[in-house]
Every structure is written in C-alpha cells, then in structure tokens.
C-alpha cells in the first residue's frame, strides 16, 4: 500500500514528542523531512531520524514528494503555514487551536476549500480513551438528558513564563483560545455548540500573561443544557480537564489523567439490596480507563487515514474553527462585561 510522505513543522517539544514519533510509528506514513526556525533544533531531530531539514517552511513546501504536512508551531502561526501548504497541495493535521481568531480559522477552512486538501485540527480530546467512553456513555442514555456540564482547562504555565509565544504581548495567546480550547471542544462534542456565554476574568497568578490567567464562564446550549467552563494557567493543581456531565438519570465523573471514569446512577439492578439509607442515593460505579493524556496515534492515524481512504477526518476544519469561535466570545465577555454569542457564519 501507498505510504503517505508526511514532515512535521515546528519540533521544540509537541511536534518532537508527538507528531514525529506518531508519524514514525505509522506503518502507513513515512516521515520524509522536518522543519524549524531554529537550525539547532531542526537539525538534532532530523539527525536522529535520517531525514531532511529545512528552517523555511516555504522551502520544505516545494518538495514534491511530500503528501501532507503536520504543524506544531506556536498557535499565532498557524493560519500562515496551514494556508501556504494548502496551496501548495499538501494535507494538513494542524495543532489544536485550529487559529487564534475566528478570521484566521475562516482563512484555513477558505483555503482546504480551494485547494481541495484535507484539514484535521488536533483536538486531541475527541481520542482519549476516558472521553470516548464518556460519549458512548451519554450516546446510548446511562445519565438520561443532559441538563448541566461542565469542564475545566486546570495547568500550571508558571515554568513556562518567559519571552515566548505563550507570553507575547504583541500577538497575545489567550488561555481561553490556545488552552481551554481542549475542555471547550470536549463539550461542545458532548452538548453541541454553544449559543451564549458570559464569562469573568482575573489575572492573580501570572503577572506576565499579557491577558486574564483565570476565566469563568457559563454557557448556554441547544436543549436548554447549561455549560460552565474553568480556565486557569496558573493554578497550583495538576494538569486535568475534569469533566462533569449530570443527567436526569445519572452523572459521570471524567478525566483525562485518571485511571477510571465515575459513573453515578439512582438505579442500578440490585440496588434494591442495599441498605434504605443508601437507596437515596446514587450509586457511584468505577469504570477502569486506560489513562492516556495526548492519544497522538490514535489521532495520527484517523488524519493518515483520512488521506488514504478520502473520508472525513474526527475534526475538520470547521470542528476546529467553531471551537475557536466559542472560546473568542468567552474572550470577548471578559473584555465587555456583557454576553456574548460565537460567531459560526464559516458554516453556513
Ligand atoms: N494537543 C495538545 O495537547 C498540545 C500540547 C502541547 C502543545 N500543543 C500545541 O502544539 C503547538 C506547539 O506547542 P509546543 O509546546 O510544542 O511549542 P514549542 O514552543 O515547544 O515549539 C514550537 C516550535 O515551533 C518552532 N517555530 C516557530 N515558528 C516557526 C515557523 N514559522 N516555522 C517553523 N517552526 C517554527 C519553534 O522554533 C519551536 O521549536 C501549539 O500550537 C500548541 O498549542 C498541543
């Protein structure tokens, strides 16, 4: 079979650890090349791996025998490298936010129309074992209708602080967009896409975060469902997007480090059995999960596959582009102090 011809842009930590390794381990891709700005790091990567290097994208982008190309360069510059390999023919798994704006989302989604190429955004939850079980979950009605989620985005960005992309003040990330993007889409795949939101923000943790470090926000969704999402980059926790879902059946406990997902249901055959004390109450059941964080294979695959077979990857351009669009109207809530609606015109 075929073997896609596949580089990685952008290598420092995620496109090294991840993508390159991912790519590598796929017996249907074959890592052709890799590129960064910083010729230390472009070299070291391409050296242990055999390939080929370039420091200008725009270089790597005339190969030829290049299929598709993977980013995971800092957020602000993605449109620019997710456009140019477009319209240069290439397919396009681009790290999760999609772009920083609902503008440069529509410009990406603009060019894998044009040009005709295939466009995954890495949002990596949609792949984690514990989410996925909590879908199947929800999909088959073990919690019944959905009146209430929430999730939450909890990292501690205090080692990351420094003159870097995460911290510019000239092109600012906010944590919203670039970080809680993840807990943003995982509800938004469980609940649909948000209507409204209105949202507070502080910025207690990180005085160098040129935004808010700390955001609020609550939601409305189609059916009525209420959403609430928690932002922080500077909180003293561990990483986790805990996830609550409560349905008029049941509730389910999730996240994406632990090793089980916590179901709690009012009725469960034998409940009968307990004591009456505990009849009120719902009983919790702990489903084991295998606890992976990034499943970047699993994601790899479903992006190589999609080239292969011509299919549709799990989150296209718009999926990306809509996430983003949920997160700048919380953004926008924190600046205006009045509710704001996503802007989804790219998918009319
Ligand atoms: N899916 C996840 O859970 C996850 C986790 C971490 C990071 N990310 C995303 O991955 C991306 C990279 O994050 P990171 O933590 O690896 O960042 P990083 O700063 O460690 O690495 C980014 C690399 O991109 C290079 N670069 C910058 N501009 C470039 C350009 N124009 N062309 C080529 N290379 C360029 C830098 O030199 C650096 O080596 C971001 O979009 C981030 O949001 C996703």
Redesign the pocket.
């Known amino acids: 079979m075929k073997k896609i011809r596949m580089a990685v842009?952008?290598?420092?930590?995620?496109?090294k650890n991840?993508h390159v390794k991912a790519i590598v381990a796929n017996e249907n891709a074959e890592l052709v090349a890799v590129?960064?700005?910083?010729e230390e790091?472009a070299k070291k990567v391409a050296d242990e791996y055999g390939v080929d290097y370039y420091?200008?994208?725009k270089e790597l982008l005339k190969r030829e025998d290049l299929d598709a190309i993977t980013?995971?360069?800092?957020?602000q510059?993605?449109r620019?490298?997710a456009v140019a390999a477009m319209e240069a023919g290439k397919d396009v798994l681009c790290?999760?936010?999609l772009a920083l704006s609902v503008a440069d989302c529509k410009a990406i989604i603009e060019a894998s129309k044009t040009y005709g190429r295939k466009l995954m955004v890495?949002q990596?939850c949609r792949l984690a074992p514990s989410f996925i079980l909590a879908k199947e979950l929800i999909d088959r009605g073990e919690i019944g209708e959905i009146f209430f989620i929430e999730s939450e985005y909890a990292h501690d960005y205090a080692k990351k602080v420094g003159p870097?992309?995460?911290f510019d003040p000239t092109s600012p990330r906010h944590p919203v967009t670039?970080?809680a993007c993840?807990a943003m889409d995982l509800m938004r795949w469980i609940a649909g896409d948000p209507i409204e939101a209105f949202a507070y923000g502080n910025k207690k943790m990180l005085a160098a975060c040129p935004t808010d470090d700390c955001v609020i926000a609550v939601m409305k969704f189609p059916n009525d469902v209420i959403g609430k999402m928690f932002t922080s980059i500077g909180c003293k926790r561990r990483y986790t997007m805990r996830t609550c879902i409560y349905g008029s059946k049941g509730t389910i406990i999730v996240d994406n480090t632990s090793a089980d997902l916590s179901l709690f249901k009012s009725e469960v055959a034998g409940s009968e059995m307990f004591a009456p004390s505990i009849e009120h109450q719902a009983l919790e059941i702990k489903i084991p999960v295998r606890a992976v964080?990034?499943n970047?294979h699993d994601e790899m695959r479903d992006f190589i596959n999609c080239i292969l077979n011509d299919t549709d990857p799990l989150t296209d351009g718009i999926e990306g582009a809509k996430t983003v669009a949920a997160c700048c109207a919380i953004v926008e809530s924190t600046e205006t102090g009045e509710k704001a609606k996503p802007d989804y015109s790219f998918a009319d």
Request: aromatic residues 8%; glycine residues 12%; contains cysteine.
């Open positions: 842009i952008g290598l420092k930590t995620f496109g991840a590129c960064d700005i910083v790091i420091l200008d994208y980013i995971a360069t800092p957020d510059v993605h620019e490298i790290e999760k936010p890495g990596i870097n992309w995460r670039g970080g993840h964080k990034h970047i």
